[in-house]
């Protein structure tokens, strides 16, 4: 029955792997969104880039690349995860506006303007003070929009994310992250920037990493859906989704590039602190990419009727693909 | 009349602009093979890339991209010069083999193993010694064949094109070369090499650079033609094209490039000498991209007749990307 339902996943980090791709499809996952780079350059991120695509070859039968939001029907159909990708960061267009239409072509389909920092084109959540999208930022803003690349403001600060949505002609979305109402994290979002998100027809994605969530490793499933409620609410039933960021199975390295790149000499601990620097402990309810039903059904206790489970789970996510990833009319991107 | 003949030029280095593109119109021409990169890496390749990407948005009305063979034929009916690309040299992967399917989901149709000198892949013409095709070139090339990218001998030596004929399970080109019998250059290609090239259902572009043919610039259309007659009763009639190697409007420098890339620390001419380093003078019958009619009509004169003269003007370009640029099937590149 739960098998049944469209599910995408609107970010993870996992360790990629046969046994991984099987609990996808055990969990009913029909698409996700990978985080191909956090860090990475260009040159950087077409090793990625070749990487999955000696994936999608060795794992065939159980993935395929989500080149177009249609693929995401032939996936389901054919019994596949369909991974679409994106970036972390803006890394991966270096100073080069004209990499933001290569990297479309080569199937990165969201980015991020910044990871955390202070960028070329934002400013991240966690720096002292936030002056806004910057004058690369603007040109890049109107080429993924022209493109058809969704702006991700998951990792953004505040000012920087409002003047995203001002300046950006299509939707903008939080791919993973949380209502900080729920629970007050520098990465989890205003009720200003969430209406603004809605407004936009963007989309938030819920985030199951504890860090994001009240009561961390604690936090009930009971409490995750009445957090979705909640948002429903302030948001509306179109403008929400899941965004797991779920990293199954990378190993501590992965966790300390994602926080330091090569940017920081200290340790920086991110949403951490020196005694708890390592990966937090998971939820008992969503351990892995098995547990997705587990999600359909906290949210059918709390009352949420089919269509509007079909829509968090998915359908919505899909629209986002939709309205966002092609080339706007006459561009020859 | 000529205008109704489908054009299509297997290579060209010219210095592109506005004018050119209008020149291309006048004279027909419904498609070009456009040299990306002789000597630019991974990197530098994206840019050449991002050059084109803005020559597309800026000159819209006159050119588009060829991402399929079929897309020549609509560049043809909306009066625009279809561009496919090639690089001259497998600089552009660098040592990576993943980068081959990267390259030609970017658009890459067409790469020459090697120009003139040795590379990772092979041996180019002005070496002294040709050891053939090496280890990571017999990867590449079967890589090339599973993702649909054209394997151009052009530049290299004699048994490296006769190994990468033997090694490579599609049709091998030379898009820009004449007979050696024609014309003893170094470039020029033997009769067994030419042989070859039919056999394994390839293509040989005839060059009207001077350096390529008999009498330099002072060769006749009617020798031209009668070149091609030979080529033609030596290797049969769907194995010949254009690949007029023209250079319109190039400075000196852009011909130093080629010729010295990064290699070299003093001068090499190529096919030049010391007291004659720059560009060749032009034939008087093929100065620019007007004078495609001129062909044609000198086939004519020569006696081909129309259905002969539509192979050799564009068909069997036409009919090479066709055969050789799709994907092999089941490829999930």
Chains 1, 2 share one sequence.
Request: aromatic share 8%.
């Amino acid at each position: 029955m739960s098998r049944s339902v469209l599910t995408i996943d609107g970010l993870q980090y996992s360790n990629w792997s046969r046994e991984i791709f099987e609990q996808m499809r055990e969990g009913g996952v029909d698409a996700v969104h990978a985080t191909l780079v956090y860090h990475e350059n260009c040159r950087e991120t077409l090793l990625r880039f070749g990487e999955w695509q000696r994936r999608f070859e060795a794992y065939g039968d159980l993935i395929m690349p989500v080149r177009d939001p249609e693929d995401i029907e032939l996936a389901r159909a054919s019994g596949r995860v369909g991974v679409f990708f994106g970036a972390q960061n803006c890394s991966p267009i270096e100073d080069d506006i004209d990499l933001v239409a290569i990297m479309r072509r080569l199937g990165l389909m969201i980015m991020q303007l910044t990871y955390n920092n202070q960028s070329l084109l934002a400013c991240g959540c966690y720096e002292s003070e936030d002056s806004g999208i910057t004058r690369f930022g603007r040109q890049a803003i109107r080429e993924m929009n022209r493109v058809g690349m969704l702006i991700d403001m998951s990792h953004s600060a505040e000012r920087s994310t409002l003047e995203a949505v001002e300046l950006s002609e299509r939707p903008v979305i939080i791919s993973h992250a949380n209502p900080a109402s729920f629970h007050p994290a520098k990465r989890n979002k205003s009720d200003r920037v969430l209406k603004a998100i809605a407004e936009s027809g963007g989309l938030l994605g819920f985030s199951v990493y504890p860090f994001h969530l009240k009561n961390g490793p604690d936090c009930t499933l009971d409490d995750f859906c009445g957090m979705v409620a909640d948002a429903a609410e302030l948001m509306g039933m179109d403008h929400i989704g899941l965004g797991t960021d779920l990293c199954q199975g990378q190993p501590e390295s992965v966790l300390t590039w994602m926080r330091n790149g090569r940017w920081s000499k200290s340790m920086d601990y991110g949403e951490g602190n020196a005694g708890n620097a390592g990966w937090p402990q998971p939820l008992s309810w969503f351990r892995d990419n098995r547990d997705f039903p587990a999600i359909i059904e906290g949210l059918k206790q709390k009352g949420f009727g089919q269509d509007d489970i079909e829509k968090i789970m998915g359908r919505n996510w899909l629209q986002q693909l939709i309205n966002g990833t092609r080339p706007m009319a006459a561009s020859a991107a």
